[in-house]
C-alpha cells in the first residue's frame, strides 16, 4: 500500500552543519510529495513541495528533489541554525486522493 | 493562504467526561482533516470531510465522531473520554486551487485525560 519512510531520529548537528534526511516512498504513479516542519508546540507547517517527477522543492535554505528512479525526496540543506530545531515529516498524497500520509517525522535538534 | 483556529489548545480533563475539539477555517475550503498525533510524534488520519454533510472514517480507527453542517466547522467529539485518548489532535484544510494535496494545518489540540 502507499506508506511513507524516513530516517529515524533524532538528529543533532552544530550550528552551520550540513543537514540530510532521507525520505522513501512506496509508489503507483507520481504523487505529490512534501515536507512539513513541525515547530515545538506548533502545528505543521508546509515547508516544500515537488509535484512531479524531477522537481526540485525549495526553501528557507531547505531543498528536496522528486527522484522516482530511487522513489526519493530526501531533505538538504547546507549549513542549519539553531532555528531549523523542530520534527520533520516527509509526505506523500494517498493513491486515492483523498488525503496525506506521513512519515513518522525525524527529530532535528541544532546546538550552536 | 488558509487561517485554520483550534480551540481549546490544550485540555485536562477527567474519565468519562465528553468533549468536544473545535476547528474553525475562514477560506471556504471544502476539504478537511483530522489527524491524530501520537507520543512518538507518528500522524495518523482520523476523519475527514468533503463537504457539508460529508464526513468520513481515516485509516487509524478512532472512537472519535466528527460533524460538518458548515463549511467552516469541524469539530471532533469524543463521548466518553478515556486516558487511552490522550494525543495532540490537529486539524487541517486542503487548498483546491492548488490541487496538488497540500494541507493546511492548526496549531493543535492537546488532550490529556487522566
Known amino acids: 500500500g502507499d506508506s511513507v519512510t524516513q530516517m529515524e531520529g533524532p538528529v543533532t548537528l552544530s550550528e552551520e552543519a550540513f543537514l540530510t534526511i532521507n525520505c522513501t516512498y512506496t509508489a503507483t504513479g507520481y504523487p505529490s510529495l512534501f515536507w512539513y516542519v513541525q515547530y515545538p508546540g506548533e502545528g505543521l507547517q508546509l515547508l516544500l513541495k515537488?509535484?512531479?517527477?524531477?522537481d526540485k522543492g525549495s526553501n528557507k535554505g531547505f531543498e528536496a528533489t522528486y527522484r522516482k528512479e530511487t522513489t526519493s525526496f530526501h531533505l538538504e540543506k547546507g549549513s542549519v541554525q539553531v532555528s531549523d530545531s523542530a520534527v520533520y515529516f516527509c509526505a506523500r498524497i494517498n493513491q486515492a486522493g483523498t488525503a496525506l500520509i506521513f512519515g513518522k517525522g525525524t527529530t532535528l535538534s541544532v546546538s550552536s | 493562504e488558509a487561517d485554520i483556529y483550534q480551540t481549546p489548545r490544550y485540555l485536562v480533563i477527567g474519565t468519562g467526561k465528553k468533549i468536544t475539539l473545535e476547528c474553525s477555517q475562514t477560506?471556504?475550503?471544502?476539504?478537511m482533516y483530522w489527524y491524530q498525533q501520537d507520543p512518538g510524534m507518528e500522524l495518523h488520519l482520523i476523519h475527514y470531510?468533503?463537504?457539508?454533510?460529508?464526513?468520513e472514517k481515516g485509516d487509524l480507527s478512532s472512537e472519535s465522531t466528527v460533524s460538518r453542517i458548515r463549511t467552516e466547522h469541524f469539530p471532533l467529539t469524543l463521548e466518553s473520554a478515556r486516558p487511552s485518548h490522550t494525543s495532540q489532535y490537529l486539524c487541517?484544510?486542503?487548498?483546491?486551487?492548488?490541487?496538488?494535496?497540500?494541507?493546511?494545518f492548526g496549531e493543535g489540540s492537546r488532550l490529556t485525560v487522566l
Open positions: 477560506m471556504g475550503h471544502d476539504k
Open positions: 470531510s468533503y463537504g457539508v454533510n460529508s464526513t
Open positions: 487541517a484544510t486542503q487548498d483546491p486551487i492548488a490541487n496538488t494535496g497540500e494541507l493546511f
Open positions: 515537488a509535484t512531479k517527477a524531477d
